[in-house]
């Protein structure tokens, strides 16, 4: 709002519009996963809804809309049904980290624009919480407006959460939006290859915008350390080029490794920070928390262990128990 008092006094418009202004209308039925933060969990929440009906053996597609930062022109409307076209596409690690898990199960997705309420007027508005970062579905814009409207509100990563912490986001939700379906889900972590965490000495690669300016305490990678008895290794004394200015940016960054990677020079320091840690042996094993084959964009000469999310509810009721009700019903029509 400072920005916005120099614009008023210079004799600009300033504008808030709502996002009903710039939705789509869309001739299928719209299931729009949105969040508080980024970070909170929308890759795996919308791949359970994408899942649901394929199971019931129709046909889904998801559509994500993620800040673009190549040629906009180019990339107004994007299709990716294979690995292969993220690469025809040039997409920057955090675009790819977008799409790679939807293609990876098999799903086509679909991009274009930007925006982080639903891109398309949804018929089911879920929003997923952080039940590490309490607090946040109240004080960030635009994760603010998706929590007031939303018709399904999922409490995620519960199982590293402290009672306290989810009781305030239920409370805030029955407090500002009390017609919302109140769902909890855990967010285990699965490892690949957990015989190279256990007891190891680690570095946690993990997904560049959670930790930066989403504020995430922890990511995939680093729980999944803590989970098997590792040793973190705090990368900062080995930190190449552009990094640097990250960590001075981010101050609040952990024991952990932000995969950045917008432009061709941050993926170089990347994968030089990690070799800069091989050098001097102070790792054995590079853990990779990011949503994408991290060793696909860079070349990594060490022994890598990869670690997912998933989504687990917790009793009822359930992402398929609302869309049963909610959407089936509009396709059956």
Same mark, same amino acid.
């Given at each position: 709002?400072?920005?916005?008092?120099?614009?008023?006094?210079?004799?600009?418009?300033?504008?808030?519009?709502?996002?009903? #202004?710039?939705?789509?209308?869309?001739?299928?039925?719209?299931?729009? =996963?949105?969040?508080?933060?980024?970070?909170?969990?929308?890759? &795996?929440?919308?791949?359970?809804?994408?899942?649901?009906?394929? +199971?019931?053996?129709?046909?889904?597609?998801? $559509?994500?809309?993620?800040?673009?930062?190549?040629?906009?022109?180019?990339? !107004?409307? /994007?299709?990716?049904? *294979?690995?292969?076209?993220?690469?025809?596409?040039?997409?920057?690690?955090?675009?790819?980290? #977008?799409?790679?898990?939807?293609?990876?199960?098999?799903?086509?997705?679909?991009?274009?624009?930007?925006? +982080?309420?639903?891109?398309?007027?949804? +018929?089911?508005? $879920?929003?997923?919480?952080?039940?590490? !970062?309490?607090?946040?579905?109240?004080?960030?814009?635009?994760?603010?407006?998706?929590?007031? *409207?939303?018709?399904?509100?999922? $409490?995620?990563?519960?199982?590293?959460?402290?009672?306290?912490?989810?009781?305030?986001?239920?409370?805030?939700?029955?407090?500002?939006?009390?017609?919302? *379906?109140?769902?909890?889900?855990?967010?285990?972590?699965?490892?690949?290859?957990?015989?190279?965490?256990?007891? &190891?000495?680690?570095?946690? =690669? #993990?997904?560049?915008?959670?930790? *930066?300016?989403?504020?995430?305490?922890?990511?995939?990678?680093?729980?999944?350390?803590?989970?098997?008895?590792?040793?973190?290794?705090?990368? !900062?004394?080995?930190?190449?080029?552009?990094?640097? #200015?990250?960590?001075?940016?981010?101050?609040?960054?952990?024991?952990?490794?932000?995969?950045?990677?917008?432009?061709?020079?941050?993926?170089?320091?990347? &994968?030089?920070?990690? /070799?800069?840690?091989?050098?001097?042996?102070?790792?054995?094993?590079?853990?990779?928390?990011? %949503?994408?084959?991290?060793?696909?964009?860079?070349?990594?000469?060490?022994?890598?262990? !990869?670690?997912?999310?998933?989504?687990?509810?917790?009793?009822? %009721?359930?992402?398929?128990?609302?869309? +049963?009700?909610?959407?089936?019903?509009?396709?059956?029509?």
């Amino acid at each position: 709002m400072e920005l916005a008092a120099i614009a008023l006094a210079n004799g600009a418009d300033f504008r808030l519009i709502s996002p009903y #202004e710039t939705m789509i209308k869309s001739t299928r039925p719209v299931v729009a =996963v949105c969040a508080t933060r980024t970070g909170c969990g929308k890759s &795996q929440t919308t791949r359970a809804v994408v899942k649901f009906f394929k +199971d019931k053996g129709l046909r889904v597609v998801s $559509i994500r809309h993620p800040m673009p930062y190549g040629d906009l022109v180019k990339q !107004r409307v /994007q299709r990716f049904a *294979t690995i292969a076209d993220l690469t025809l596409h040039k997409c920057t690690i955090e675009e790819a980290e #977008e799409y790679e898990p939807h293609v990876a199960m098999g799903s086509v997705i679909f991009s274009g624009g930007n925006n +982080d309420s639903s891109f398309y007027k949804p +018929d089911l508005l $879920i929003v997923v919480a952080d039940a590490l !970062r309490p607090g946040h579905e109240l004080n960030h814009y635009p994760g603010d407006v998706n929590f007031l *409207t939303a018709n399904v509100i999922i $409490i995620n990563k519960i199982n590293g959460a402290t009672t306290g912490q989810i009781e305030e986001i239920i409370a805030n939700a029955r407090r500002l939006n009390p017609k919302a *379906t109140i769902i909890k889900a855990k967010s285990p972590v699965t490892v690949d290859k957990p015989e190279l965490i256990r007891g &190891q000495r680690v570095l946690a =690669v #993990e997904d560049g915008p959670s930790c *930066t300016h989403g504020d995430l305490p922890i990511g995939a990678g680093t729980a999944a350390a803590k989970q098997l008895m590792a040793q973190l290794v705090d990368p !900062r004394p080995y930190l190449a080029g552009s990094l640097r #200015e990250t960590f001075v940016r981010y101050p609040n960054i952990g024991p952990l490794l932000p995969a950045m990677g917008y432009d061709p020079e941050q993926v170089a320091d990347l &994968q030089q920070t990690i /070799q800069n840690m091989l050098d001097v042996k102070v790792i054995d094993t590079v853990v990779i928390g990011t %949503p994408i084959d991290l060793g696909r964009i860079i070349k990594i000469s060490a022994p890598c262990a !990869r670690v997912t999310y998933s989504l687990e509810e917790v009793g009822h %009721p359930t992402i398929a128990d609302i869309l +049963d009700e909610k959407i089936m019903p509009l396709i059956q029509a």
